[in-house]
């Protein structure tokens, strides 16, 4: 996806509050504790969280096009910096909460006595928190960005459909979970359809002069998250499920490891920020806009519904509006920047989302 944005695979039964942060005693901004269970809660009504997730997956799909509008005007390292920044104001008034400082003692006097939030981190969190965020935002925007001066959003979007099943596969190289045999069929219907999609696109055009190249760094971009989803389920099973766990039940608030994913990614590509402030008067509105919804629409935003929609509904509900990003991004493709797929693309694109649905699904 064009985010960091969490993605669902039942095969590695990863949902959406196992790819976000913090503490167990700090209130969640969404006003909601996660439901890590990937349960849907009794009686919580269903239609509001299925909106949640459906205005979640086009906020996502709609990342492309904006994506694709923004990094040909701006270039890839100015762009994602501008686009982290605008995600580090809008979530710097809530740092407190971020990153709470916490009671350790009473003093006899009376008096508490705190420590800052890092010293109640388990160090094995904050070993693995180095790759976690270095895989995403860092790498994975920065293939998507270039992938996105070389292919079509379009196909791009399609592309971002293999992410379920990239997680299913690092979850049984790395975490040792057994996958299912309906798991490896999809991977090969799924690699088989992008490779077909790639193939079939032609001769580069001005808009995407390159789609072979882009199509396979938006693939790497893809890799990364799968890499990131699967280190963050490993973060959680460090410290269990909120529970007494390995580490006394320390648990991330889904929105602090976002905030640390920001700050990373607004680090590493701080070398476009000296473009970006000396050339943001002069940018056109339509770039100017698409960075702000990159920043706080597509990131911000889409995570907010998603992480709320997570947590009242069944992760396999979950994983069914995931897989509709790809036809949200090929929509507004269409009706933003006139994209179309030829029918051999279309043919193509099935093959990757039954590819998706095999891959997903759960065995009866």
Request: one cysteine or more; a neutral charge; hydrophobic letters at 50%.
């Amino acid at each position: 996806m064009s985010d960091s944005a969490p993605c669902v695979s039942d095969a590695a039964d990863i949902t959406a509050a196992d790819t976000v942060p913090p503490v167990d005693h700090t209130p969640d901004l969404s006003g909601h504790a996660p439901d890590l269970s990937g349960h849907a809660p009794a009686r919580a009504s269903l239609l509001l969280p299925a909106l949640a997730a459906l205005g979640a997956v086009t906020l996502w799909g709609l990342s492309f096009p904006a994506m694709k509008v923004a990094v040909q005007a701006l270039g890839p390292m100015p762009l994602m910096w501008a686009r982290m920044m605008v995600a580090m104001t809008l979530l710097a008034p809530f740092a407190t909460r971020l990153f709470p400082s916490r009671t350790v003692a009473v003093a006899p006097s009376g008096t508490l006595v705190r420590r800052g939030f890092w010293s109640g981190v388990p160090r094995r969190h904050k070993l693995l928190l180095v790759p976690t965020v270095l895989l995403q935002p860092c790498l994975y925007f920065l293939c998507e960005s270039n992938a996105m001066q070389l292919t079509t959003a379009s196909q791009a979007g399609v592309i971002s459909a293999s992410v379920p099943l990239l997680v299913g596969a690092g979850a049984w190289l790395f975490l040792g979970e057994r996958p299912s045999p309906r798991l490896w069929v999809g991977v090969a219907f799924s690699c088989t359809g992008v490779a077909w999609l790639t193939l079939s696109g032609g001769a580069g055009t001005e808009a995407a002069p390159d789609p072979l190249l882009g199509n396979i760094l938006e693939l790497l971009a893809m890799a990364c998250a799968a890499g990131n989803m699967v280190l963050v389920r490993r973060l959680s099973a460090h410290g269990g499920h909120g529970g007494r766990g390995e580490h006394g039940g320390f648990r991330w608030n889904p929105w602090t490891l976002t905030a640390l994913q920001t700050l990373a990614g607004a680090l590493f590509f701080a070398p476009g920020a000296y473009a970006v402030l000396a050339g943001a008067g002069q940018w056109p509105a339509d770039v100017v806009l698409a960075v702000i919804y990159l920043g706080a629409g597509s990131s911000l935003g889409a995570f907010g519904l998603f992480n709320w929609a997570t947590s009242h509904l069944p992760a396999s509900s979950v994983g069914a509006f995931i897989n509709l990003v790809p036809v949200a991004a090929v929509g507004f493709g269409w009706l933003w920047l006139g994209e179309t797929l030829n029918a051999t693309q279309m043919l193509a694109a099935g093959v990757v989302m039954v590819g998706v649905a095999l891959g997903t699904g759960r065995s009866r």
